[in-house]
């Protein structure tokens, strides 16, 4: 399946945190052509392993993470009128969720709704000049009665994800959900797919609940025991109206990311110097980015046991933790390229 085909079908699939069970589907299926052993740990995360092709002395083990889940709701509470109150799940901007429409994924069947609050009709002066804040909205699905609820199958619990479907923008630019961080699984299971011949062992990990703590990377990273780290993400592109350069200087179809600093993470010496080194050898675009107020699973790889040296690789992409991203289909591929070459280098540096 080409790259973009793969991003597209993770980019459709609904895996909020803590139900990334479609999407762990897809990867599975996705990775197990290209690895010697794939597993799923006890709390969800996939671990694909590439083992080392020479076994003349105890190989390196890398491990390659990009997160499974994203941003969503849970059904809260439902009303005796038969709408369903919402918990954000992730960081999601409360702007960005008025008339949106969302999909219920119950246990009988994934049903539509959408976002609704009080008409902008019948509000006072002061009311409309507010935004409307998450606890004041509902999901609507067309149900006349908390029973009727009920009946259709929601129960409290069931994740909502927005209804938002991949399309393609002229030659190279796509629009999807949940962009962060499908399309980091997408370079990630790319990548195992074009390496060839490997002096380490590498770890492809789909990991879960990162948009609630990085936990899976926490778990995923102790049990792995890896000498390198690597993260596949995605960071702010900043060439849009209104952002200044130095808020956010990365920009789409400049190459992808590496990060120098974010709130998680001082990425190590070797693994950023390397990543350069890389890129500038085989003549592939990158950005640098420090500052970024967000982290990434890095941030937990790199504290696991005596400590991971660990880095980032990140595709700039627009409107990030909203219903709809959009990004490069030119900066992903050159993602690949990178983590592949350097995945290559690593056991003569470490």
Do not use: W
């Amino acid at each position: 399946m080409r790259l973009e085909k793969v991003l597209e079908s993770l980019s459709n699939a609904c895996g909020v945190a803590g139900r990334e069970e479609e999407v762990r589907g897809l990867i599975k299926e996705m990775l197990e052509p290209y690895v010697d052993e794939l597993r799923e740990d006890k709390l969800g995360n996939v671990i694909g392993v590439k083992h080392a092709t020479k076994r003349r002395r105890k190989p390196l083990n890398v491990m390659l993470a990009a997160h499974m889940d994203e941003i969503g709701l849970l059904v809260k509470t439902v009303t005796k009128e038969g709408f369903l109150q919402f918990f954000k799940i992730g960081g999601i901007d409360d702007r960005v969720l008025l008339a949106q429409r969302v999909i219920v994924h119950a246990r009988k069947k994934a049903l539509p709704g959408i976002i609704g609050s009080k008409p902008p009709h019948i509000q006072k002066e002061e009311e409309r000049k507010k935004i409307v804040e998450a606890s004041q909205l509902f999901i609507d699905i067309g149900a006349r009665s908390k029973e009727e609820v009920q009946k259709m199958g929601v129960q409290i619990g069931d994740p909502v994800s927005f209804d938002s479907k991949f399309a393609k923008l002229g030659k190279d630019k796509v629009i999807g959900k949940a962009f962060d961080d499908r399309v980091g699984c997408a370079i990630m299971i790319e990548t195992m797919k074009r390496l060839g011949e490997v002096d380490c062992n590498v770890y492809a990990v789909g990991t879960v609940q990162e948009e609630v703590g990085l936990r899976g990377a926490t778990v995923a990273a102790f049990g792995i025991h890896p000498d390198v780290g690597l993260a596949f993400d995605v960071t702010v592109a900043g060439d849009i109206p209104g952002v200044k350069e130095v808020e956010a200087p990365i920009k789409m179809d400049k190459g992808p990311s590496l990060t120098i600093a974010d709130a998680g993470l001082i990425a190590h010496p070797k693994v950023l110097r390397l990543l350069i080194e890389t890129a500038e050898e085989n003549k592939i675009s990158y950005q640098l980015e420090t500052g970024l107020p967000g982290a990434t699973d890095a941030a937990r790889i790199a504290l696991t046991r005596e400590g991971v040296p660990s880095g980032v690789i990140s595709v700039p992409t627009r409107y990030i933790h909203s219903p709809t991203a959009l990004l490069s289909l030119s900066d992903v591929e050159n993602a690949v390229k990178l983590a592949v070459a350097f995945i290559s280098k690593v056991p003569k540096h470490f």
